[in-house]
């Protein structure tokens, strides 16, 4: 819970590891450049005084992760988002079971989400089965550019991706996070290209699919996707710490986000620990647009619309129980774009 | 005597087809070097795990840039940094092809549809710009939906405009309308406000991942500054 100018605000962190990337659990090559990449996007956007020395991002403590989200970073649910990354790291970057771990000591503090992998076919499905029925996921994180024997990334829209789509709609796991990368097959194709969630989310209108990284660097993609699909949700796991760094492109971002898809289907995340929830929700609950033109056809952000944002949202989505106090104060903005009466115009 | 200049010039011409902005602006060429007819570029790139095939298109589109300058008769293009820089790079300067160098990983014609949908795109940003300060201006939508190229007064954003609309191969004589869709329709006076909202999101994306892609740069690289690489805008507009 954030409290400021006598504002409540609930928070939900919607993306949070608890990673092992030190060098003994590095595989390769491949696994080195991964983290490599992931530090230079901390040291990038974070305000000096957060910054980490490469050693400690490698492999943080539970200790560190326990008081950066709750003690100091105003957390009060945060969820772990598994990315497995075998072929990368030995055993795996984090996992379901390594993020269990925090789970089962901090039960009412994380909400663990779970994993599939569509190209193990049939073995895939039972292997799925098995573990939803260990840790009682609702919610999953899919990474389409994971690395697999041969294959360099894979589609939402794909047959086993289908069949295990199918097979969450029959366990109750309603959330899909989706996260796009950079490499898929074929390769030759835009990688980052959406349009397979698309798809799937109009397949499965009873799943709810939350694109992570609100679909950055394909934003424009993921904006109109939102205006035809009601179910598809925009996860702000990386969009957030360019409010410190290049606040007037987070401006931009949060104000096309809010414009198309509304101030219910987004959801607030840190990426922990690439950045730490203290110093984002400081700087959202301040956050206004800059005074310019740029920034005319964009509707204020109030409170409301801050507390939506910051919790409420993802509460709604996992059935978390928030506190009469930090509900919301006043009724519904209708912000956003009416995705009952979508676009008429072809793009 | 092959001159860095001409060298530069040419590499100017190169896009990061994302980005939509010059290789040498945005600061990815790190070392040029020149020995007769000989010349030798190093390129680099904001992550290890950038996209291959935007990669691999930039490196292929240099490679052809300096061997368009008279008098260049060897050029050889190295990508740093990368995890697939010893696909990219053989494929590239053997001439493999992206198919040749990724082989049983594509499908379909080699890049050219991806080079497609990104030229799209970076034309509909550039529109999208010029009709902002039209509007800034006090011009209203209905206006700019009935207006010509020819009635454009000339600008650097204006030519920028231009260049995007040929390559997609439309038309930009000086009574083809201002406002057009990537296949070149005329946008109705009804749908124009819509299409330019479509328009600002992909701008603000293109821009934006720009922003980032550059920092994640100076970061990775201490801040080296490229070869024939510009001071940031905020410099230049400060």
Same mark, same amino acid.
């Given at each position: 819970?954030?409290?400021?100018?006598?504002?409540?605000?609930?928070?939900?962190? !919607?993306?949070?590891?608890?990673?092992?990337?030190?060098?003994?659990?590095?595989?390769?090559?491949?696994?080195?450049?991964?983290?490599?990449?992931?530090?230079?996007?901390?040291?990038?956007?974070?305000?000096?005084?957060?910054?980490?020395?490469?050693?400690?991002?490698?492999?943080? %403590?539970?200790?560190?992760?326990? #008081?950066?989200?709750?003690?100091?970073?105003?957390?009060?649910?945060?969820?772990?988002?598994?990315?497995?990354? =075998?072929?990368?790291?030995?055993?795996?970057?984090?996992?379901?079971? +390594?993020?269990?771990?925090?789970?089962?000591?901090?039960?009412?503090?994380?909400?663990?989400?779970?994993?599939?992998?569509?190209?193990?076919?049939?073995?895939?499905?039972?292997?799925?089965? +098995?573990? #939803?029925?260990?840790?009682?996921?609702?919610?999953?994180?899919?990474?389409?550019?994971?690395?697999?024997?041969? %294959?360099?990334?894979?589609?939402?829209?794909?047959?086993? %991706?289908?069949?295990?789509?199918?097979?969450?709609?029959?366990?109750?796991?309603?959330?899909?996070?989706?996260?796009?990368?950079?490499?898929?097959?074929? *390769?030759?194709?835009?990688?980052?290209?959406?349009?397979?969630?698309?798809?799937?989310?109009?397949?499965?209108?009873?799943?709810?699919?939350?694109?992570?990284?609100?679909?950055?660097?394909?934003?424009?993609?993921?904006?109109?996707? !939102?205006?035809?699909?009601?179910?598809?949700?925009?996860? *702000?796991?990386?969009?957030?710490?360019?409010?410190?760094?290049?606040?007037?492109?987070?401006?931009?971002?949060?104000?096309?986000?809010?414009?198309?898809?509304?101030?219910?289907?987004?959801?607030?995340? %840190?990426?922990?620990?690439?950045?730490?929830?203290?110093? *984002?929700?400081?700087?959202?609950?301040?956050?206004?647009?800059?005074?310019?033109?740029?920034?005319?056809?964009?509707?204020?952000?109030?409170?409301?619309? =801050?507390?939506?944002?910051?919790?409420?949202?993802?509460? =709604?989505?996992?059935?978390?129980?928030?506190?009469?106090?930090?509900?919301?104060?006043?009724?519904?903005?209708?912000?956003?774009?009416?995705?009952?009466?979508?676009?008429?115009?072809? +793009? | 005597?092959?001159?860095?200049?001409?060298?530069?010039?040419?590499?100017?011409?190169?896009?990061?087809?994302?980005?939509?902005?010059?290789?040498?602006?945005?600061?990815?060429?790190?070392?040029?070097?020149?020995?007769?007819?000989?010349?030798?570029?190093?390129?680099?790139?904001?992550?290890? $795990?950038?996209?291959?095939?935007?990669?691999?298109?930039?490196?292929?589109?240099?490679?052809?840039?300096?061997?368009?300058?008279?008098?260049?008769?060897?050029?050889?293009?190295?990508?740093?940094?990368?995890?697939?820089?010893?696909?990219? /790079?053989?494929?590239? /300067?053997?001439?493999?092809? $992206?198919?040749?160098? $990724?082989?049983?990983? &594509?499908?379909?014609?080699?890049?050219?549809?991806?080079? &497609?949908?990104?030229?799209?795109?970076?034309?509909?940003?550039?529109?999208?710009?010029?009709?902002?300060?039209?509007?800034?201006?006090?011009?209203?939508?209905?206006?700019?939906?009935?207006?010509?190229?020819?009635?454009?007064?000339?600008?650097?954003?204006?030519?920028?405009?231009?260049?995007?609309?040929?390559?997609?191969?439309?038309?930009?004589?000086?009574?083809?309308?201002?406002?057009?869709?990537?296949?070149? /329709?005329?946008?109705?006076?009804?749908?124009?406000?819509?299409?330019?909202? $479509?328009?600002?999101?992909?701008?603000?994306?293109?821009?934006? /991942?720009?922003?980032?892609?550059?920092?994640?740069?100076? &970061?990775?690289?201490?801040?080296?500054?490229?070869?024939?690489?510009?001071?940031?805008?905020?410099?230049?507009?400060?």
């Amino acid at each position: 819970m954030y409290e400021k100018d006598g504002e409540k605000y609930f928070v939900v962190d !919607g993306h949070v590891h608890y990673w092992d990337a030190s060098p003994e659990n590095t595989t390769n090559k491949y696994g080195e450049g991964f983290i490599r990449c992931f530090y230079d996007y901390h040291k990038n956007l974070s305000p000096e005084e957060y910054l980490w020395s490469l050693d400690k991002y490698r492999k943080y %403590s539970e200790e560190d992760m326990m #008081h950066d989200l709750f003690e100091i970073g105003y957390v009060d649910v945060a969820i772990f988002q598994s990315t497995y990354l =075998k072929d990368f790291y030995n055993d795996g970057f984090n996992t379901t079971a +390594r993020n269990a771990i925090l789970k089962e000591k901090y039960p009412d503090k994380f909400i663990l989400n779970g994993q599939f992998e569509p190209r193990l076919g049939e073995a895939g499905l039972e292997e799925f089965e +098995r573990k #939803h029925e260990k840790y009682g996921f609702t919610g999953i994180k899919l990474y389409t550019a994971e690395w697999h024997e041969d %294959s360099k990334g894979w589609k939402l829209d794909d047959y086993w %991706s289908i069949k295990h789509l199918e097979k969450c709609v029959e366990l109750g796991v309603k959330n899909i996070h989706v996260h796009k990368g950079p490499t898929i097959w074929p *390769l030759n194709r835009d990688s980052f290209d959406v349009a397979d969630v698309d798809e799937a989310a109009s397949s499965f209108p009873e799943l709810n699919f939350i694109v992570e990284h609100v679909g950055l660097p394909r934003l424009e993609d993921f904006c109109w996707i !939102g205006t035809q699909e009601p179910n598809v949700y925009g996860g *702000l796991a990386v969009a957030m710490p360019f409010i410190y760094a290049k606040p007037r492109y987070f401006a931009q971002v949060i104000g096309e986000l809010l414009y198309w898809l509304g101030e219910d289907r987004i959801l607030f995340a %840190s990426d922990y620990a690439i950045w730490q929830p203290k110093w *984002l929700v400081e700087m959202f609950v301040d956050f206004e647009y800059p005074e310019d033109a740029e920034f005319d056809d964009y509707a204020e952000i109030t409170p409301d619309i =801050k507390r939506k944002i910051l919790g409420l949202n993802a509460a =709604k989505l996992y059935d978390i129980e928030v506190p009469e106090e930090l509900q919301l104060v006043t009724a519904d903005q209708g912000t956003g774009f009416d995705v009952e009466e979508k676009p008429a115009t072809d +793009r | 005597m092959i001159e860095r200049d001409k060298i530069l010039g040419a590499l100017s011409g190169v896009r990061d087809p994302e980005l939509d902005e010059p290789v040498t602006d945005l600061g990815f060429v790190s070392h040029l070097e020149i020995e007769g007819d000989d010349v030798s570029i190093r390129l680099r790139l904001p992550t290890y $795990f950038c996209a291959p095939n935007f990669a691999y298109l930039m490196v292929a589109d240099a490679r052809e840039a300096v061997l368009s300058v008279p008098g260049v008769r060897r050029a050889r293009v190295v990508l740093d940094d990368h995890y697939a820089s010893g696909e990219i /790079n053989g494929g590239v /300067n053997e001439e493999h092809g $992206f198919d040749g160098a $990724f082989s049983g990983e &594509t499908e379909g014609p080699d890049l050219e549809g991806l080079r &497609t949908i990104f030229r799209r795109k970076s034309f509909v940003s550039r529109q999208e710009q010029l009709c902002r300060a039209l509007l800034a201006e006090g011009r209203s939508p209905l206006e700019l939906a009935a207006m010509r190229l020819g009635e454009m007064p000339p600008s650097q954003d204006l030519d920028k405009y231009l260049e995007r609309r040929r390559e997609l191969g439309l038309d930009v004589s000086e009574s083809a309308p201002l406002v057009v869709d990537p296949d070149g /329709n005329r946008v109705p006076e009804d749908a124009v406000v819509q299409h330019l909202r $479509f328009a600002k999101t992909l701008r603000v994306s293109i821009e934006g /991942n720009a922003e980032l892609c550059r920092g994640l740069l100076e &970061t990775r690289y201490g801040g080296e500054r490229g070869v024939g690489e510009r001071p940031e805008r905020e410099e230049v507009t400060a």
